[in-house]
């Protein structure tokens, strides 16, 4: 059974190009987050958030608490956008996490 | 910028052999998290400690796993009897009060 669900799991864009990928969770949450993995592995936190919208940069993750969904789009996308980017579900400090979807943006 | 570090960054053990994994988060965060990736799969989250005891741990952090916070600056996880199937990739997080958490570079495990 999967608590968190994304959309899509590949997705392969043209320099320039807005993306948006898509989770859906079915647990209730205190936040949701979205992370970036780099192809070395590492993880960074891009955004926490419990409600409405938030914007870093050419980044911008949505929620929706009603419909338990979120976005993460990104704009004028570019090479070193390509990465895996996962949604993880906060309930509390225990954390659901998507598979991932494997961004790859090229020039 | 602070950042979270993980020793080591690479370890290679024999099943049945204990491995401690360490982490020194970032010094004024006060939530501390592990999470493992198997290869090839998504993150699972392991275990939260906060204000000096677990506050949350998944089904995966049986009584193999402890973690401990032994000197207010290292938080380690431990693993007492290692499997095969514990080969993974070990990260650490710690976040303060109300932000994001802040992920450690990782430990990559190999149990033989």
């Known amino acids: 059974k999967n608590e968190v669900e994304q959309s899509p799991q590949n997705l392969t864009a043209q320099e320039g190009e807005f993306i948006t990928i898509n989770c859906s969770y079915s647990v209730g949450i205190s936040a949701l987050h979205w992370l970036q993995q780099h192809p070395g592995g590492g993880i960074v936190s891009l955004f926490m958030l419990s409600s409405g919208k938030k914007k870093h940069g050419r980044l911008i993750a949505t929620i929706n608490i009603q419909e338990k969904h979120s976005s993460l789009h990104i704009t004028a996308s570019h090479p070193r956008d390509s990465a895996v980017y996962i949604c993880?579900?906060?309930?509390?400090?225990?954390?659901?996490f998507g598979t991932g979807t494997s961004l790859t943006v090229i020039p | 910028e602070p950042e979270v570090t993980q020793t080591p960054s690479h370890q290679v053990t024999q099943m049945g052999q204990e491995v401690i994994l360490r982490c020194v988060p970032i010094s004024n965060h006060l939530y501390f998290y592990w999470y493992r990736q198997i290869l090839g799969q998504k993150v699972e989250f392991l275990v939260s400690f906060y204000n000096n005891e677990i506050s949350e741990k998944s089904e995966i952090f049986d009584d193999q796993f402890s973690v401990e916070r032994p000197d207010g600056s290292n938080f380690t996880l431990k693993i007492r009897s290692t499997k095969l199937e514990d080969s993974a990739m070990y990260f650490c997080a710690s976040k303060p009060e109300q932000e994001t958490q802040y992920f450690g570079p990782g430990t990559r495990l190999l149990v033989l």
């Open positions: 993880a579900a906060g309930r509390g400090n225990q954390f659901y």
